[in-house]
């Protein structure tokens, strides 16, 4: 290991030579001078702004809402003595050498520094934040304040519709408005295409800005440190400053801090009034400083005494944190690969969202788990929350991975999965609120009266169809919902459906393997063969569509008291002749009867017992929209005789565990896995 004291004396030797030379060289006339780092009287400064021991002038410090200013101490001038009202404003060229180092490590800063050509050097009112401490709300854009600026804004622009994102270098009249604007940058020689300069990488950065008087053209150029002055500028704009600028002009810098807070350093300058700056000696300038608000010139015996305390500091400071980091994740008890899911929310955010779960925000309970409305702290954002309490989810990270895949689906028909959280036994899935409840509610469980209209119910039917059609074959995978049932399609408040609760329902099988199968779904769109094999398919999510079909037409629900079954009630219907018969009563023959008899056909077609005679969901959006005719089926069932009675039986069995009475208003889901039906019972 090297010798830490004679590393310490080299460092302070340095630091000796650059404080004992800082190379500058004034010259006398006002209009030129060149500055290889400042000294306490070569710059007016005000507000935050220091020289540092290094030389480096530094315009901000880590304080909120804070503002520096470093001005040429004298006016310089910009116009013929006594003749501004008869030429133009003579040409100008600056050269500085700037670093913006965010003041914590990894974060990000704010929120820029800006060359300004201003009739005062003193801005008493100005703001911070976006206005770099140069305007303010009231003051802003307005043409009595005479001022040339050259923006190095590190933040979105403050007007939304015009400003740049991020890192941007900006040329701006009397205001924060820009009339050129790029992201930071450079067009490197020979080669066409911007290279990006992030403003706020704590790098050295060189800028150059030439106004000639003549053509009124200013060009504005950056580049990193090492490189040559690029011939092609950065921005380059037509601004004709005779009217803008006055006889006597101040130049110099200004930076500002926000809610989040930069380091904005300038460790060189200079300026010429009708020619080009001096170029500044690149070696002749102070280090970047890379200081967090430390470090003045002390003797040696305290330098060490710093340093050591300073790691020692740094250590306990690292101890601290870990534990603190540990602790952390053991309460909101992480597992490794939690971490680096992006669709994890934090228990402490749900929590706090549904005000702790607490009964006022409970807006549905089903077989899964309750749902809270809720509103995230973070953003204010409406969501459902849905806790699955006491879970028995075998293999949650496979179980995660699929949710984190769920998230990524996006369709106007179905519900937003925003993300989830898992908390000991409990799992949170957090969805996107939809105000208006379900088709379920809407259909069955109005007590004013209100009756669903017949346009608006196929304008639902439709929606459905997109969404489950976008599930099945319009995503990169096929994703079966296994619980297509109305009190599963939320109605927003465009009246468009939403399907929820999408994809889960696997996850609560223990494996298509298994002998002990257990089927998911909820009576009534049970497709037969899922009650033989137990596997779900996109036929088995036909089927359910098909009886959520006939029951927005019908308008009653899938199976009823006296083992009235719907499907079965309606094939009669159509039997006898007059499948018109099976229409919702409410909706007094207001409907338009080819609509009317396609959907129930459809609806019949997709119910049918045979998987194969089913159509897909693009079919099924095919026959709705009338491209094509929807098939004539024969016997839309199998004979009675072979449909066997003991399914029948079962379905009466099942009616009694779990029936529609329907006190329970289901949101999202109240579809319970019920058990063994497997082959084996
Ligand atoms: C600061 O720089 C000016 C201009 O070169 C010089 O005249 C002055 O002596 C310097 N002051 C100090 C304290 O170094
Ligand atoms: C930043 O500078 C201002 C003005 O000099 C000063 O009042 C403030 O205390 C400084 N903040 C810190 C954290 O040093
Ligand atoms: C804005 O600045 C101007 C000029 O300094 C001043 O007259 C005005 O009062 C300031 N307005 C606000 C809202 O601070
Ligand atoms: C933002 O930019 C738009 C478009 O240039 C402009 O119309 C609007 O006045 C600007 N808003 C503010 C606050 O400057
Ligand atoms: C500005 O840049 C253009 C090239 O884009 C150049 O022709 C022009 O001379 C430059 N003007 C000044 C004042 O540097
Ligand atoms: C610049 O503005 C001045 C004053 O309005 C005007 O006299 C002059 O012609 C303008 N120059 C150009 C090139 O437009
Ligand atoms: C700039 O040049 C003009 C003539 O083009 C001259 O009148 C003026 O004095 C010069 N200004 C400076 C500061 O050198
Ligand atoms: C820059 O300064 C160094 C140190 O004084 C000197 O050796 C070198 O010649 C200078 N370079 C230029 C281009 O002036």
């Known amino acids: 290991m090297a010798d830490a004291p004679s590393v310490l004396s080299f460092l302070l030797m340095l630091l000796l030579l650059l404080l004992l030379f800082p190379a500058f060289v004034l010259s006398r006339d006002a209009a030129e001078f060149v500055f290889h780092?400042?000294?306490?009287?070569?710059?007016?400064?005000?507000?935050?702004?220091?020289?540092?021991?290094?030389?480096?002038?530094?315009?901000?410090?880590?304080?909120?809402?804070?503002?520096?200013?470093?001005?040429?101490?004298?006016?310089v001038q910009m116009f013929p003595t006594g003749s501004k009202s008869s030429s133009n404003a003579f040409s100008f060229s600056t050269q500085f050498v700037f670093v913006i180092r965010p003041s914590s490590p990894h974060g990000q800063g704010g929120y820029g520094l800006a060359f300004v050509v201003s009739p005062s050097n003193k801005f008493p009112s100005a703001e911070a934040e976006h206005y770099l401490g140069l305007f303010n709300s009231s003051n802003d854009n307005d043409p009595n304040n005479h001022m040339f600026v050259v923006e190095f804004d590190t933040m979105n622009g403050y007007n939304s519709s015009e400003d740049y994102k991020g890192s941007h270098v900006g040329i701006n009249v009397n205001g924060m408005r820009s009339i050129a604007a790029q992201p930071a940058g450079y067009y490197k020689d020979g080669e066409a295409n911007n290279k990006e300069i992030p403003l706020e990488s704590g790098q050295a950065i060189q800028a150059w800005i030439d106004y000639d008087g003549e053509s009124q053209l200013v060009n504005v150029t950056i580049a990193p440190i090492k490189e040559a002055k690029p011939v092609r500028p950065l921005l380059s704009a037509n601004?004709?400053?005779?009217?803008?600028?006055?006889?006597?002009m101040y130049v110099g810098f200004s930076a500002a801090t926000g809610k989040t807070t930069s380091f904005h350093y300038v460790l060189g300058w200079s300026f010429k009034v009708n020619g080009t700056a001096p170029p500044l000696n690149l070696t002749l300038l102070p280090l970047?400083?890379?200081?967090?608000?430390?470090?003045?010139?002390?003797?040696?015996?305290?330098?060490?005494?710093?340093?050591?305390?300073?790691?020692?500091?740094?250590?306990?400071?690292?101890?601290?944190?870990?534990?603190?980091?540990?602790?952390?994740?053991?309460?909101?008890?992480?597992?490794?690969?939690?971490?680096?899911?992006?669709?994890?929310?934090?228990?402490?955010?749900?929590?706090?969202?549904?005000?702790?779960?607490s009964?006022?925000?409970?807006?549905?309970?089903?077989?899964?788990?309750?749902?809270?409305?809720?509103?995230?702290?973070?953003?204010?954002?409406?969501?459902?929350?849905?806790?699955?309490?006491?879970?028995?989810?075998?293999?949650?990270?496979e179980f995660v991975a699929e949710i984190e895949s769920l998230g990524r689906l996006r369709h106007r028909n179905l519900v937003h999965l925003q993300g989830w959280c898992k908390r000991?036994?409990?799992?949170?899935?957090?969805?996107?609120?939809?105000?208006?409840?379900?088709?379920?509610?809407?259909?069955?469980?109005?007590?004013?009266g209100f009756v669903l209209g017949w346009d608006q119910r196929l304008h639902i039917i439709k929606g459905i169809t997109a969404g489950l059609l976008y599930l099945h074959e319009e995503w990169e995978k096929v994703v079966i919902h296994r619980d297509v049932k109305s009190s599963n399609v939320l109605i927003d408040a465009e009246m468009n459906a939403r399907l929820g609760d999408f994809g889960l329902a696997r996850l609560y099988e223990p494996g298509a393997t298994s002998h002990t199968t257990n089927i998911m779904g909820t009576v009534g769109y049970i497709a037969p063969e899922l009650v033989r094999s137990g596997k779900s398919s996109a036929s088995t999510d036909v089927y359910a569509f098909g009886v959520m079909l006939l029951e927005v037409a019908a308008g009653r629900r899938p199976v009823g008291s006296?083992?009235?079954?719907?499907?079965?009630?309606?094939?009669?219907?159509?039997?006898?002749?007059?499948?018109?018969?099976?229409?919702?009563?409410?909706?007094?023959?207001?409907?338009?009867?080819?609509?009317?008899?396609?959907?129930?056909?459809?609806?019949?077609?997709?119910?049918h017992d045979n998987a194969q005679v089913r159509p897909s969901m693009r079919q099924a959006m095919r026959y709705l929209n009338r491209d094509e005719t929807l098939p004539?089926?024969?016997?839309?069932?199998?004979?009675?005789?072979?449909?066997?009675?003991?399914?029948?039986?079962k379905f009466l069995e099942i009616i009694s565990t779990d029936t529609f009475t329907g006190s329970q208003e289901s949101y999202y889901s109240t579809s319970r896995p019920f058990s063994s039906f497997g082959p084996g019972r």
């Open 37 to 75: 780092g400042f000294n306490s009287t070569t710059l007016a400064l005000d507000g935050a702004s220091v020289v540092k021991p290094s030389s480096a002038l530094k315009l901000t410090n880590v304080s909120d809402d804070y503002i520096g200013h470093a001005f040429y101490p004298d006016p």
């Open 239 to 248: 601004v004709n400053l005779t009217d803008i600028l006055l006889e006597d």
């Open 288 to 357: 970047p400083p890379n200081d967090q608000e430390s470090s003045s010139y002390k003797p040696q015996i305290i330098v060490v005494i710093a340093v050591l305390s300073t790691v020692a500091f740094l250590l306990i400071a690292v101890l601290v944190i870990t534990v603190m980091v540990r602790r952390r994740r053991r309460l909101e008890n992480l597992e490794e690969w939690e971490l680096d899911c992006p669709r994890r929310f934090q228990y402490k955010d749900l929590h706090e969202a549904t005000r702790g779960f």
């Open 359 to 397: 009964k006022t925000k409970l807006i549905g309970n089903g077989g899964f788990g309750s749902v809270y409305q809720g509103i995230l702290p973070s953003n204010g954002c409406e969501v459902a929350v849905k806790k699955i309490s006491r879970n028995s989810i075998q293999g949650m990270r």
């Open 424 to 448: 000991k036994d409990d799992l949170l899935l957090v969805y996107d609120y939809i105000p208006y409840g379900s088709l379920d509610s809407l259909l069955f469980k109005r007590k004013d």
């Open 562 to 607: 006296g083992n009235f079954l719907l499907v079965e009630w309606v094939v009669e219907c159509h039997r006898s002749g007059d499948i018109l018969r099976a229409a919702d009563p409410r909706l007094k023959s207001e409907y338009n009867t080819e609509e009317m008899e396609l959907v129930l056909k459809l609806g019949l077609l997709c119910t």
């Open 632 to 649: 004539v089926v024969a016997d839309w069932r199998l004979s009675d005789s072979s449909r066997s009675t003991e399914m029948s039986m």
